[in-house]
């Protein structure tokens, strides 16, 4: 007898609450193995593959792409026992890995396949777990096995009272487990018609107040559509609406104007999106920001990378001029501790971080995210050039792990790619400063008393004045500035 296990959709990683379905990557009646990859989703902070905890076929999707699912919400059933030959207590696969899928989220999200396998009931045989999941034993519950007679739409049978097992008349055997399928028994023995739909089929009708139980359905197997809804929600004709193509006799010359509605477009908030909104509005109104601004002549920061592009350390880096401002925060942050440190309102304290988990705001297409780089200030150049450059294009790929979107410590927004001299950025939260880095023009500047072109680039620094005073905030941004603007000031830090 066939077996259907849920997989609720997991917790992704720092308890997110709900995840968007981006794509999948199975089907109704696929076959799967233990850790294949089945669904990609997004989440508040990146995009993440999830893996299969069990081998089987895959008996329905119960979410669609675009959906937004919470978490622990069923997103697809599968049929651990598809041939009904598992023993009686058997387990395909591991009831630990449900759950561990549902607990951890961003661990079973990066497993693969482990090899190893667990003890099945009392048959001896060795079966796939998920990654980073124990075997669980067996209860040696049996499922109870299902007796009432599968009827088609509107409640007519279909013509066999018989088992899957030994259908009559020699028929096909038919199968009575599908997840929100047919029929089902009222305690007083009378059969009762479920319609076929899945939950988004079932959401559109409720939206629409259309009763499942009076469509019929023409989708495969009976399956009530969106369409099949849509139709029903649709007002019967009438004889005015029937005679109305004779009173369309003469087209219109002119056609109105379309009203503003018609002319809008109205996009969910959800994802990075909503996350962002979230986060900025609470920093905003949590962190009391301060911003300073700084012009700086950065011709031999130029000059230097240029230089530097010759040498075989950098061959195959991509050494921009953002790799330079933040090897100078960096360093900067040295002299000025604060800007790196945490106010941890809870507990009243200020904590202070003798690393520099680097934020690197990146805009993607599904809004603006900040992955960190760990343990920037212990990098070469080079290093830090490299690492910026993978995490930027792992950003706007939608690759990034979950555990590189939390726990910075200051973060550097490169707002000169879009050709703009700076701004007024909101900080982190969790954070007590960001610096913003302007685009680099060529401007005259007065250099020993003589005007001459140079490059000239923009810096702001924005900080929380709550634990950054005013003193503490421009020196640091000076120390940027002068670490900028004359490289070798580096080896005084």
């Given at each position: ?5 849920s ?5 992704a990683?720092e308890?997110?609450?709900e995840a968007?379905?981006?794509?999948w990557?199975v089907?109704?009646g696929d ?5 294949q990859?089945?669904?990609e989703?997004?989440?508040a902070k ?9 081998a089987g076929v895959?008996a329905?999707l119960?979410?669609?792409?675009g959906?937004?699912v ?5 997103i697809?059933?599968?049929d651990v ?11 395909n696969g591991t009831?630990a890995g449900?759950a561990?899928a549902s607990?951890?989220?961003a661990a079973a999200?990066s ?6 396998g667990?003890g ?10 998920l ?5 669980a ?5 049996k499922?109870r096995?299902?007796?009432?007679t599968p009827k ?12 899957p097992e030994?259908?009559?008349?020699g028929?096909?055997?038919?199968s ?9 028994t009222?305690?007083d023995?009378t059969v009762e018609?479920v319609?076929?739909a899945?939950?988004p089929?079932r959401k559109?009708?409720?939206?629409l107040?259309?009763d499942?139980?009076?469509?019929i359905g ?5 399956v009530i559509?969106?369409e ?6 649709e ?7 029937q005679a ?6 003469a087209?219109?010359t ?5 009203g503003?509605a018609e002319r809008?477009?109205?996009?969910p908030?959800?994802s990075?999106?909503?996350a ?16 300073e601004?700084l ?11 240029n230089r ?5 350390a ?5 050494l921009t001029p953002?790799?330079?401002?933040a090897?100078?925060?960096c ?7 604060e800007?790196?440190a945490t106010?941890?309102e809870?507990?009243?304290e200020i904590v202070?971080?003798?690393?520099v ?5 990146a805009?993607?297409?599904r809004?603006?995210v900040v992955?960190k ?5 212990s990098m070469?150049l080079a290093e830090?050039?490299?690492a ?6 792992a ?8 555990s590189?979107m939390v726990?910075g410590?200051?973060t550097i927004?490169?707002v000169g790619v879009?050709?703009?001299d700076?701004?007024t950025?909101?900080i982190?939260?969790?954070?007590s ?8 023009r060529d401007m005259p500047?007065?250099?020993?008393g003589e005007?001459v072109?140079?490059?000239i ?5 924005s900080?929380?004045h709550?634990?950054?005073d005013?003193q503490?905030?421009?020196?640091f941004?000076?120390?940027v500035?002068?670490?900028l603007s004359?490289?070798?000031v580096?080896m005084?830090?």
């Amino acid at each position: 007898m066939s077996e259907l296990k849920s997989f609720p959709l997991p917790d992704a990683g720092e308890g997110l609450t709900e995840a968007e379905i981006l794509n999948w990557h199975v089907a109704a009646g696929d076959q799967v193995e233990v850790n294949q990859i089945i669904v990609e989703i997004e989440t508040a902070k990146a995009a993440v593959e999830l893996p299969c905890p069990w081998a089987g076929v895959v008996a329905e999707l119960l979410a669609e792409p675009g959906q937004t699912v919470e978490v622990g919400t069923p997103i697809l059933t599968i049929d651990v026992d598809p041939d009904g030959s598992a023993p009686p207590g058997s387990q395909n696969g591991t009831a630990a890995g449900a759950a561990g899928a549902s607990q951890a989220g961003a661990a079973a999200a990066s497993a693969e396949a482990s090899g190893e396998g667990g003890g099945d009931g009392d048959s001896g045989e060795q079966v796939a777990t998920l990654v980073g999941y124990g075997p669980a034993k067996s209860t040696g519950v049996k499922r109870r096995p299902r007796t009432d007679t599968p009827k088609g739409p509107r409640g007519a049978t279909n013509g066999s009272s018989a088992s899957p097992e030994a259908p009559a008349d020699g028929g096909a055997a038919t199968s009575t487990t599908a997840p929100t399928r047919g029929e089902s028994t009222e305690p007083d023995g009378t059969v009762e018609y479920v319609p076929l739909a899945k939950p988004p089929v079932r959401k559109l009708a409720k939206e629409l107040g259309v009763d499942l139980r009076q469509v019929i359905g023409h989708g495969e197997g009976g399956v009530i559509t969106r369409e099949d809804v849509r139709r029903a929600a649709e007002p019967a004709p009438t004889q005015a609406s029937q005679a109305a193509p004779a009173a369309q006799a003469a087209p219109a010359t002119q056609q109105a104007p379309a009203g503003d509605a018609e002319r809008e477009r109205r996009v969910p908030i959800r994802s990075v999106r909503k996350a962002t909104a979230k986060a900025m509005v609470s920093s905003a109104f949590t962190a009391p920001h301060v911003t300073e601004f700084l012009t700086v002549d950065v011709t031999p920061m130029m000059e230097l990378r240029n230089r530097l592009k010759n040498q075989p350390a950098y061959t195959g880096v991509k050494l921009t001029p953002l790799a330079f401002a933040a090897k100078a925060m960096c360093l900067a942050v040295k002299r000025t501790p604060e800007v790196n440190a945490t106010w941890d309102e809870e507990s009243e304290e200020i904590v202070y971080k003798d690393y520099v988990h680097l934020g690197v705001a990146a805009a993607t297409q599904r809004g603006l995210v900040v992955p960190k780089v760990r343990d920037a200030d212990s990098m070469t150049l080079a290093e830090l050039a490299a690492a910026l450059d993978d995490l930027t294009e792992a950003a706007r790929s939608g690759t990034t792990s979950p555990s590189d979107m939390v726990n910075g410590t200051i973060t550097i927004t490169n707002v000169g790619v879009f050709g703009v001299d700076t701004g007024t950025p909101i900080i982190n939260p969790g954070e007590s400063a960001i610096l913003a880095f302007g685009a680099i023009r060529d401007m005259p500047w007065v250099v020993d008393g003589e005007l001459v072109p140079r490059k000239i680039c923009q810096l702001s620094l924005s900080f929380d004045h709550r634990l950054v005073d005013g003193q503490q905030g421009s020196q640091f941004l000076a120390d940027v500035g002068a670490l900028l603007s004359d490289p070798a000031v580096a080896m005084t830090f």
